[in-house]
């Protein structure tokens, strides 16, 4: 398998060293992705939607509703650790999640609820102290705790990931 079709930017390398200028960076990426998103899902009629991005892969839509659960899944995660001490959170099966029928429902809702999270992810990441995103939540999967400095360079590359998905897919087929 081509692994750029699958990882189109790169897989996620966490940084060495985390700067207050990166998690500006990672900040303005959260941000930035609803307008991106919804800009590049536009143009696209049902057929496009439901065309996979890959082989093997996610069609557009699936790829919109995915990026819905998954913010909001970490979105809660942040909660969770900035009020409870190292909260085991709960890892979910993604891919079944993308079978479920939500996922082929229209977009629209998807994209709306990606705004929303955005935008009170936004103002939550904006108040946080350097000790606030130093606060952890364990992964049972990973037997390990992350730090939400962590999690916001995973989540920012996670938004520029699935939209290299869509956009780099919109180049190949010329649409």
Same mark, same amino acid.
């Given at each position: 398998?081509?692994?750029?079709?699958?990882?189109?930017?790169g897989?996620?390398?966490?940084?060495?060293? !985390?700067t207050?200028?990166?998690?500006?960076?990672?900040?303005?990426?959260?941000?930035?992705?609803?307008?991106?998103?919804?800009?590049?899902?536009?143009?696209?009629?049902n057929?496009?939607?439901?065309?996979?991005?890959?082989?093997?892969?996610?069609?557009?839509?699936?790829?919109?509703?995915?990026?819905?659960?998954? @913010?909001?899944?970490?979105?809660?995660?942040?909660?969770?650790?900035?009020?409870?001490?190292?909260?085991? !959170?709960?890892?979910?099966?993604?891919?079944?999640?993308?079978?479920?029928?939500?996922?082929?429902?229209?977009i629209?809702?998807?994209?709306?609820? !990606?705004?929303? !999270? @955005?935008?009170?992810?936004?103002?939550?990441?904006k108040?946080?102290?350097?000790?606030?995103?130093a606060?952890?939540?364990?992964?049972?999967?990973?037997?390990?705790?992350?730090?939400?400095?962590?999690?916001?360079?995973?989540?920012?590359?996670?938004?520029? @990931? @699935?939209?290299?998905?869509?956009?780099?897919?919109?180049?190949r087929?010329?649409?």
């Amino acid at each position: 398998m081509d692994e750029s079709l699958q990882y189109p930017i790169g897989k996620f390398k966490a940084p060495e060293k !985390i700067t207050d200028a990166l998690i500006a960076a990672w900040h303005s990426a959260i941000a930035q992705f609803p307008e991106d998103l919804r800009k590049a899902v536009s143009s696209l009629n049902n057929e496009q939607l439901d065309t996979p991005y890959r082989q093997g892969g996610w069609t557009v839509r699936q790829v919109v509703h995915h990026c819905a659960d998954s @913010h909001a899944n970490s979105l809660m995660r942040f909660k969770l650790a900035l009020t409870e001490d190292n909260p085991i !959170i709960k890892p979910y099966e993604e891919a079944k999640w993308a079978e479920l029928s939500d996922s082929s429902m229209p977009i629209e809702p998807a994209l709306q609820m !990606i705004e929303g !999270i @955005h935008a009170r992810w936004v103002v939550l990441l904006k108040s946080l102290s350097n000790h606030q995103f130093a606060q952890t939540y364990y992964h049972p999967e990973h037997k390990k705790s992350f730090r939400l400095d962590y999690t916001l360079a995973l989540y920012a590359w996670h938004c520029n @990931h @699935h939209l290299a998905h869509i956009t780099k897919f919109k180049e190949r087929m010329n649409w």
